[in-house]
């Protein structure tokens, strides 16, 4: 056996030990992923613990969000209600895009509410088989939709490099040091290409590539029994179909994707194989966008009943035809582990007083959040929940705006303003917390009594308001009911029930916190007899 021989011997033996050790990493993967899988169920856990530094959750919803009027969660309204931390509470998507989706539904931008497919996730294998085909698609790309992929130009000299190895293969029969020599100079040619071009689309490249699986798992998650049906020809696809558990190793980092990834590198198959598919994706846009929502719509349905099996107490809500009210009973905040339950039956406007940190914003913010998570969600955290849908704002977590330079008076101003300009005819939910209360207290009492009966007369807001200025409830009492929480204080301690009760505030507790704070007692002498 001469030097060349030993040469190709060589070659030969670690492509074949590539293959090898791929499939021997694939099965073991796959192995472990079903058993992870299998113990997700029990442990209301996700299968990735952790925020992946290239997640663009948000970025499916900055996209479409210009298509939307006034019906979605603006900014302010998901910031005050801490909503971010709430979608990542609820997130048990296994792929990239059912978690760009999830974030969009919370926004009010979808709902999930197929009742059919929620009670098929009960069912372990249908979870299994499903889930399994879902981790496949995963995370490790958010990939551009498939209506933003524009056709990429190619080159044609450059689609004959993939060929120049083989050519080098064919010549060593005639030619032994010529051949390796070709294949030699062909193998750096195209990985040299290869590195430099995939530069210009590689954002594309890998929005292709996952498409590519979704188009794959798509076709065999219809065939599963009890998934919905997907009227698509995927017959169109099959080449895109039977490349994807090739090209989609593009970014996996273990011995067998990086041999393959080299692999390809070698014989320039990311820029072929990119140029063959792309414009069968650009002709078959709607079908593909078509798989992009049956993959999330699939995993938001899991991600729905994971979420829920993680809360102690949960309900269906019921939808109020004729009456612009919210009942429910024992209403939880969905983000406190350990929240007082309140009951009510909410048909006029509300104004809320009571003490600092007796419960009126957590109050408020748990319906606002529950109104948001039944028209999303169909889940209410509650024993029961009726409501009549409609959009929700929200002026709570005001602050100082440094960049803007606004005060936290102007800043609370604009937030207010906003609630004026909202074109729809839809019913719309206010909640204003501690109204005005940037300003001095004879200008606050004025403005908010103004406001609110300004809102009042909006027959299409419910308003639920609070204040620390218990004269808007003698001022307001003809429109809006009075509620309030309050506050015991027993052997130098304050306690709080945080139970909501009909009337206006009786207690004041801040001169006996100087006390009980051990302010000096001069101080809390003095503050008492000004108060008289």
Known sequence: ?????????????????????????????????????????????????????NSRFDYQFNLRRKNYSDTLIDDKTWTDLDMDTLFH???????????????????????????????QFKDEQFRVNVSYHLALIGKVVYPLFPDQIKPVKRNNLFMLCPFLPLLGAIIIFINISLGIL?????????????????????????????????????????????????????????????????????DDQDIGGTFIMLFKMSFMLDYFFFHIIQFTYVKHQEELLQCYDYISTLDNHYSLVMYRRTLNTYCE????????????????????????????????????????ASGKSTFMKAVATNLILAQTLNT????????????????????????????????ELKSIRRLFNIKNNQLVYCFIDEIFKGTNTTERIAASESVLNY???????KVIASTHDIELSEYLKANYENYHFNESIENNQIYFDYKIKKGKANTRNAIELLRITQFPEKVYTRAKQTIE
């Open 1 to 53: 056996m001469n030097i060349y021989q030993t040469y190709a011997c060589l070659v030969i033996g670690i492509i074949v030990l590539g293959i090898v050790v791929n499939t021997i990493t694939t099965i073991v993967k796959r192995k472990k992923l079903i058993s992870n899988i299998k113990q997700l169920w029990k442990s209301k856990k996700t299968l990735e613990e952790f925020i992946r530094p």
């Open 455 to 461: 809102l009042d007369t909006e027959k299409h807001y």
């Open 317 to 356: 809500p019921s939808i109020i035809k004729d009456k612009q009210q919210i009942t429910f009973s024992h209403l939880l905040h969905p983000l406190l582990t350990e929240a007082v339950p309140n009951s009510l039956n909410i048909k006029h406007n509300i104004l809320l007083t009571g003490s600092n």
């Open 182 to 250: 070709i294949i030699l100079f062909s193998i750096l040619l195209n990985i040299g290409l290869s590195a430099h071009l995939k530069k210009s689309y590689s954002q594309d490249l890998k929005s292709i590539f996952y498409t590519s699986k979704v188009i794959k798992h798509s076709y065999s998650l219809s065939k599963i029994k009890g998934t919905p049906s997907i009227n698509i020809d995927f017959q169109q696809f099959k080449l895109a179909r039977s490349l994807s558990g090739f090209i989609g190793k593009a």
């Open 89 to 119: 509470k609820s997130n048990f998507n296994f792929t990239a895009i059912g978690e760009m989706k999830w974030y969009a539904t919370l926004r009010k931008m979808f709902t999930i509410n197929n009742k059919k497919l929620v009670n």
């Open 380 to 411: 209410a955290t509650a024993d029961a929940f009726s409501y009549k849908p409609g959009l929700v704002y929200t002026s709570m977590a005001n602050t100082d705006d440094i960049l803007s330079g606004d005060s936290y008076f102007m800043t």
